[in-house]
């Protein structure tokens, strides 16, 4: 999920008014209090604040989480009090693992709705944080792996955060990053032959380039290649070249055909039994080779669901 940081105005909160000032309360009360909840949400000061509370799980998601933090996120984007939203993990290592995939996988087999349900609530909310017209600040601080992911640990500092020292913060970040203190990007030594190699029409050619160029970097490639979905490979490379030309809700669209696609097939299920559940690494691909991977496949896996489609 993105970032979007808004400038937030320096001006002192207007003094409340005590009815409204008891309806705050209220709502502030409304929230979650209970420590053992998957979702803790307060509010402090202006900030708006969303914890994932499943340290355990590495703070997998789960559809009861995403339909508590949809709304609640909607409420803050509409209300005049609220600033900034902010989003973090509970526990000291970690941020969100993504999706609870155990989960969806088992409730895939039996054709049970959350693989439905899941997905369609998990990209309503990335559409919802992508277009959030507050400042939505992901904390990441940890294992960090797919959804809900971004500014500095000062923010989780801030006991009462108010506009203005949200906003010091905002300013002081902003002010750190200069050019001159861009780092070196991790491959950039390697960009001259991604894009030889990686610029091609298919994946089989993208294969047959790493195999004629030769060097250890693309023989590293070829090796992680090897040990991926077949299926999964292309739709991934189509996905990217379609995707590059969609808008933000026809990308969560695609996706969203694109998960129950996969949902529809083997290799979702056969790649959380040999990662997750068994653990031996050695997942058996259906197709096991790119070739038999036809295109008539692929079109039906973007193809449009029709009344099921993802409606944001």
């Given at each position: 999920m993105g970032l979007l940081v808004t400038p937030v105005m320096r001006k002192c909160l207007p003094r409340l008014k005590p009815f409204s000032r008891l309806q705050i309360t209220l709502r502030h009360l409304s929230m979650t209090k209970d420590p053992s909840a998957?979702?803790?949400?307060?509010?402090?000061?202006?900030?708006?604040?969303?914890?994932?509370?499943?340290?355990?799980?590495?703070?997998a998601l789960t559809l009861s989480?995403?339909?508590?933090?949809?709304?609640?996120?909607?409420k803050w984007e509409q209300d005049p009090e609220t600033y900034l939203i902010l989003i973090k993990g509970a526990g000291e290592k970690v941020f969100c693992a993504g999706g609870d995939i155990k989960a969806i996988s088992e409730a895939g087999k039996h054709g049970d709705r959350l693989r439905k349900d899941f997905f369609r609530e998990e990209y309503r909310l990335n559409n919802a944080t992508g277009t959030c017209?507050?400042?939505?600040?992901?904390?990441?601080?940890?294992?960090t792996m797919g959804g809900m992911a971004a500014l500095e640990k000062d923010l989780i500092e801030l006991i009462s955060p108010t506009k203005a020292?949200?906003?010091?913060?905002?300013?002081?970040?902003?002010k750190e990053c200069k050019l001159d203190q861009e780092k070196e990007f991790i491959l950039g030594e390697h960009m001259d032959k991604i894009n030889s190699l990686f610029s091609a029409n298919s994946m089989e050619e993208i294969v047959?380039?790493?195999?004629?160029?030769?060097?250890?970097?693309?023989?590293?490639?070829?090796k992680t290649i090897a040990k991926m979905s077949p299926t999964s490979l292309k739709i991934t490379f189509r996905q990217l070249k379609e995707g590059a030309s969609l808008n933000l809700q026809d990308v969560f669209t695609m996706e969203y055909r694109l998960s129950q696609a996969c949902m529809r097939g083997h290799d979702f299920f056969e790649g959380?039994?040999?990662?997750?559940?068994?653990?031996?690494?050695?997942?058996?691909?259906?197709?096991?080779?790119?070739e038999e991977v036809t295109d008539e496949l692929l079109d039906s896996c973007f193809k449009s669901l029709g009344s099921d489609d993802l409606r944001l």
């Open positions: 998957e979702v803790l949400l307060e509010k402090r000061g202006c900030a708006g604040i969303i914890t994932m509370n499943r340290p355990k799980a590495l703070n989480m995403l339909q508590q933090i949809y709304p609640q996120l909607k017209k507050k400042p939505y600040v992901a904390l990441i601080d940890g294992i020292n949200v906003a010091d913060v905002l300013d002081s970040y902003h047959q380039n790493l195999k004629k160029d030769g060097s250890p970097f693309a023989l590293d490639q070829l959380v039994r040999a990662v997750l559940i068994n653990k031996d690494h050695s997942p058996k691909w259906k197709p096991a080779v790119l």
